[in-house]
């Protein structure tokens, strides 16, 4: 199948790293060509060659909600897509100065969802999957992050078998290429997205339907 996806062309990093230092609307409107055709439209491809593995996904908009910050910049110091398999729960690449970064995950936690996933987990019957999808991907290089509660959750017994992970509130899987990484400009970046998400998929699937409530009315 062909490609349309090419690469993400130095200009991406250097959009980003120019936007950091003037982050303003005359300098996006002086510089919207750049975003468009070095980060937007890329990005865009990108997620058009894995949607026939992964499903449909969308670019984020690069405008900042500004309405509760403190922080009045107007735009995001990265782009990201995201293809979504459960609520709140899927795959994720970005890309901003810094690089590409390639994540997927369960990332923003309603209390309905973490009363379920540690319900999961007290029961135990899947927690050895889970341990060893974990395991195999902090070999692949991956970092398990995700947000979590400093001590234990109210009501968890400070023996708890697998108190490490009822800790968490999310669950997340990442790795990050730095941005000076010559293979970044060719097809080779749509490689190394689409083997991270393949490897995070028996994650992804496991949180979506213990987690999330995909499927339910």
């Known amino acids: 199948m062909a490609t349309r996806f090419t690469g993400f062309p130095a200009?991406?990093?250097?959009?980003?790293?120019?936007?950091?230092?003037?982050?303003?609307?005359?300098?996006?409107?002086?510089?919207?060509?750049?975003?468009?055709?070095?980060?937007?439209?890329?990005?865009?491809?990108?997620?058009?060659?894995?949607?026939?593995?992964?499903?449909?996904?969308?670019?984020?908009?690069?405008?900042?909600?500004?309405?509760?910050?403190?922080?009045?910049?107007?735009?995001?110091?990265?782009?990201?897509?995201?293809v979504e398999v459960?609520?709140?729960?899927?795959?994720?690449?970005?890309?901003?100065?810094?690089?590409?970064?390639?994540?997927?995950?369960?990332?923003a936690s309603t209390g309905e969802q973490v009363a379920r996933y540690r319900a999961t987990i007290d029961a135990g019957l899947t927690v050895k999957a889970l341990r060893k999808e974990l395991a195999g991907l902090r070999r692949a290089g991956m970092e398990v992050g995700g947000d979590q509660v400093k001590t234990r959750p109210r009501g968890v017994p400070a023996d708890h078998p697998d108190?490490?992970?009822?800790?968490?509130?999310?669950?997340?899987?990442?790795?990050?290429?730095?941005?000076?990484?010559?293979?970044?400009?060719?097809?080779?970046?749509?490689?190394?997205v689409r083997t991270a998400w393949r490897k995070s998929r028996p994650l992804v699937e496991w949180l979506a339907d213990n987690v999330t409530g995909r499927g339910e009315d």
């Open 11 to 82: 200009d991406a990093f250097g959009f980003y790293d120019d936007l950091e230092l003037d982050n303003s609307k005359a300098f996006w409107a002086d510089n919207k060509h750049r975003y468009e055709q070095a980060v937007a439209g890329p990005m865009a491809d990108l997620l058009e060659d894995l949607e026939s593995e992964f499903g449909a996904g969308r670019l984020f908009r690069p405008y900042r909600d500004v309405r509760f910050s403190a922080d009045k910049s107007p735009y995001k110091e990265h782009q990201g897509g995201y």
């Open 86 to 107: 459960g609520p709140a729960c899927g795959y994720y690449v970005q890309v901003s100065s810094g690089g590409l970064m390639v994540g997927a995950g369960w990332y």
């Open 163 to 192: 108190l490490d992970l009822m800790r968490h509130r999310t669950v997340l899987v990442s790795t990050t290429f730095a941005h000076d990484e010559p293979w970044l400009g060719t097809r080779t970046a749509g490689t190394k």
